[in-house]
């Protein structure tokens, strides 16, 4: 598919403008997670009446178009602040290219990045280190900070404009999908963004729910006519949809509805996924399909988070279960996914253990393990195939609860 990027620089109020850069590059967002419609940089350019300001940078890739958007708005020389909200280089790796640029530039950063400055980029000189609740004067408005830290990094903060009353959150509320058609939720379809954003989420920021929960107390009290991330777009008509999604999402609250994921050798595991699939929607909720094998983890990731319900169907293989299913099993430890509800499914060919060990798995998590674990020899009976609708309808009702 042929990108052919409208986004330069973007005015978002009249002294606040977009300057990110959009990746249609990169296949794999941080080595891993797939971003086919790509990501974007956001950054942003903040002018008081007195003072300049930009906000998070863009990853080193795009340097030159990122500089090139920064002198459409101004000379490097009027820049007084590069506020960091976050070291991971997507957001920072353009610094020294702009520092050679802008060297009168002050960086504003929390006590852990300043470290992290010097870590990466061996920058230690004109820091300012900031804390909870400080304020930045750029006459006219201020810059209020609020740390966040594990959303994403220990070192990451949040900016506050107090005169637009805009949040630049960083990775929070942001979403893969580059911004190709507009950088506004009422200049695009914001649903692709939305579920954009859930994907991100359970990939990047899941496992840490617990400081998202922390990060979500403090914004409630805050006046927010936009949300602006660093990834994906500007929320600008409805911010509360943005932020009650983050409130779900961090509290893993799903949505009722069942994902059936399953891996299959010779079609026997396979066969059984329709029958299963007939049975959620006689409960009367939505069903989504997916293969260990053919769907990456992401969105096995992304489709676990989002449904309460979720019926695995996993073949044994070398005694234990299918290999994707293992990595998935691993997965759901390390993001942390708790409290679903899980039904199984699977030929066991001459000898199954495979359910009985990804159940145990599970349970460690506090999964709610729904019974029978259907695992049947060679290919499934007329029997089993009425029992995987059963099933399906047993969980699909479960998630209505
Ligand atoms: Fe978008 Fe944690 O960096």
Not at 267 to 272: A, E, H, L, P, Q
Request: aromatic share 10%.
């Amino acid at each position: 598919m042929p990108y052919i990027s409208v986004i330069r620089m973007k005015e978002i109020t009249e002294d606040v403008f977009y300057i990110g850069v959009n990746d249609h590059e990169t296949d794999l967002f941080e080595g891993l997670w797939p971003i086919p419609e790509g990501v974007s940089y956001n950054s942003y350019l903040v002018k008081g009446e007195e003072k300049v300001a930009i906000i998070d940078l863009v990853k080193i890739l795009f340097v030159d178009e990122f500089l090139t958007n920064i002198e459409k708005k101004v000379n490097f020389d009027q820049i007084d602040y590069i506020v960091m909200n976050h070291i991971e280089p997507d957001h920072s790796g353009s610094l020294l290219r702009l520092l050679e640029k802008a060297p009168q530039a002050t960086i504003i950063c929390s006590k852990k990045a300043k470290g992290m400055l010097n870590d990466f980029y061996k920058v230690t000189d004109n820091i300012v280190v900031v804390g909870e609740g400080d304020e930045l004067d750029l006459g006219g408005r201020k810059l209020v900070f609020y740390m966040d830290p594990l959303v994403h990094w220990p070192e990451t903060m949040l900016t506050y404009d107090n005169k637009d009353q805009i949040l630049f959150s960083c990775d929070a509320f942001g979403s893969y999908k580059a911004l190709d058609i507009g950088i506004f939720d009422d200049e695009v379809n914001p649903d692709e963004y939305y579920e954009e954003t859930i994907r991100y989420f359970s990939n990047i920021v899941a496992k840490y729910v617990k400081y998202v929960q922390k990060a979500m107390a403090k914004l409630t009290d805050l006046p927010i006519k936009m949300i602006a991330p660093s990834h994906g777009i500007v929320w600008r008509a409805n911010p509360q949809r943005i932020i009650d999604l983050y409130v779900d999402l961090a509290a893993r609250k799903a949505q009722p509805g069942v994902a059936i994921i399953y891996g299959s050798m010779y079609g026997n595991t396979k066969n059984v996924v329709e029958y299963v699939a007939e049975g959620v929607k006689e409960a009367g909720v939505p069903v989504t399909i997916l293969d260990f094998s053919r769907h990456h983890l992401s969105y096995l990731l992304k489709e676990s988070w989002q449904n309460k319900g979720v019926i695995l169907g996993i073949p044994t293989y070398d005694g234990g279960p299918f290999l994707g299913a293992s990595y998935y099993l691993h997965l759901m430890k390390r993001k942390n996914l708790r409290e679903r509800i899980v039904g199984f499914f699977g030929s066991s060919l001459w000898s199954g253990r495979a359910l009985l060990q990804a159940s145990e798995q599970l349970k460690e998590l506090d999964w709610e393990i729904v019974e029978p674990l259907l695992e049947f020899r060679g290919a499934a009976t007329e029997e089993v195939l009425q029992q995987a609708k059963e099933l399906g309808k047993k969980i699909g009702e479960m998630t209505k609860e």
